[in-house]
């Protein structure tokens, strides 16, 4: 009777809901945690903690503002990602393995270049500092590039969900450190210092990577396809031999078979679309939140308490929760449900335009858009990474992400416009609308192009 009745508690929905839940218990997730501590952590050095720093000792505000170009790296690490997804390191490689090896080599690059960015003069030489802080953003993106190919390669489909919501509480993390936590330091012991110790602690990511094991190298059906054209188009030239013959073999190999093979899918643009259209009403809104809420009275500190610290719990939350979503469903109907809620979510805005100042319908909101906004990251970051083909890993993720992010701040700079020629509580609703072609598009793309549904390659 006893055996009878676990069988049937292992049955009912909240038991597999909870058994769900112990996807985050697996080491390769939990690892990730770390990982996205050391991805997250140079990123407040060279924006917002720098920023600051750069005002205090009184350089002005037209050169702070071109500060911001030094985050370009982070838009287009795709045109170096098939260096860091198929080049060796010599050494390292054959120590650590191709995705350690360079894991390592970009985290004391970052070690080096964030203590050589803390013992600059801003205020005498602001040249020198954007030099430093152009290399903490390049190296940064380079480890991204590693990270996130370690982490889909690592990883089970069904647990991508868990990773993604994982590895973004750990990112979240790391920017607390770098960004309260460096401002704390700087408070107390100087700016030179308190970067020294930022420095140090990048020793975490290193830690990380020697304690985890190197993931296996896989070929899919398509990369030996590839390797084959290339091979029989190399054999009916006999002047195309040695090096030269090895140079092409690698350039297509790293860098055109990554595209081709993704762009040989059916319905590959469209895809492209949806990775646009996805959380552009959610950025569409996003963008214009700040002059909102200023526009309704509302304090700095009450901005930040309650958008800023509280809105970050509730994303952290709602990215475990979409995480469970992805293994308990799959990570379609997560897209699908995560971007109804989304969609919904911009409606809360509208019912605070129409309030007007109250901090609970402020808070009320922040927490529905931002719970909802993280579990739509966690299935959209486990969406991202089923597309990438095993065998091109770093380069075709590098490429979704840097496109989702360009298209992102592209389509939603005109958020703006939007609100200067209709009200607040109509241009809420406009943005609820803006949700709707994507997740249109995702229906279509599920029905007609199995080949983009989840799965690996």
């Known amino acids: 009777m006893g055996v009878i009745m676990k069988e049937l508690e292992r049955e009912s929905p909240l038991w597999r809901w909870l058994d769900s839940c112990r996807v985050y218990a697996d080491r390769r997730v939990l690892s990730l945690l770390f990982f996205g501590l050391s991805s997250g952590l140079p990123l407040a050095l060279t924006f917002g903690t720098l920023s600051l720093w750069l005002a205090e000792v009184g350089v002005n505000k037209t050169t702070i503002g071109l500060f911001a170009l030094m985050g370009t790296p982070y838009t287009f690490k795709f045109l170096w990602a098939p260096l860091v997804d198929r080049m060796p390191l010599p050494l390292l490689t054959r ?232 293994n308990r469903m799959g990570i379609l109907k997560s897209l699908i449900v995560c971007g109804i809620l989304q969609m919904l979510s911009n409606l809360m805005f509208a019912v605070l335009a129409v309030v007007g100042k109250d901090t609970f319908v402020l808070s009320l909101t922040i927490a529905i858009e931002n719970l909802s906004g993280g579990m739509g990251t966690a299935a959209f970051v486990a969406y991202l990474s089923s597309l990438c083909n095993i065998a091109y890993t770093a380069t075709q993720y590098a490429l979704l992400t840097s496109f989702m992010a360009f298209g992102r701040t592209l389509l939603s700079s005109s958020g703006g416009w939007l609100a200067d020629h209709m009200d607040w509580m109509s241009f809420f609703v406009v943005t609820t609308g803006a949700a709707i072609p994507g997740l249109i598009l995702l229906v279509w793309i599920t029905r007609r192009f199995p080949g983009f549904c989840p799965t690996r390659q």
Do not use: C
Not at 256 to 262: C, D, L, R, Y
């Open 95 to 326: 120590w650590l393995g191709r995705r350690r090896g360079w894991a390592v080599v970009t985290q004391l690059a970052l070690m080096a270049a964030i203590a050589g960015l803390g013992a600059t003069n801003p205020a005498a030489h602001p040249g020198i500092t954007a030099l430093f802080a152009f290399a903490v953003a390049f190296w940064s993106a380079t480890q991204d590039i590693v990270i996130d190919a370690y982490r889909v390669e690592i990883l089970e489909e069904r647990q991508f969900g868990a990773g993604a919501a994982t590895i973004v509480l750990g990112y979240r993390i790391g920017m607390l450190v770098s960004g309260a936590g460096a401002l704390y330091l700087a408070t107390y012991v100087g700016w030179h210092a308190a970067y020294g110790i930022m420095a140090a602690f990048m020793t975490v990511g290193i830690v990380t990577v020697l304690v985890n094991p190197e993931p296996k190298v896989q070929k899919s059906r398509e990369s030996v396809d590839q390797e084959r054209r290339i091979s029989a188009y190399l054999d009916l030239r006999p002047h195309l031999r040695g090096k030269k013959a090895q140079a092409l073999a690698w350039i297509y190999g790293a860098v055109v078979s990554p595209f081709a093979e993704f762009m040989g899918r059916r319905g590959w643009m469209l895809v492209l679309l949806f990775i646009l259209l996805y959380k552009f009403g959610d950025a569409l809104a996003g963008v214009m939140g700040n002059p909102f809420y200023v526009e309704l009275g509302f304090t700095k500190i009450q901005i930040a308490n309650i958008s800023k610290i509280f809105g970050l719990a509730a994303t952290i939350i709602g990215g475990v929760m979409g995480g469970i979503m992805v």
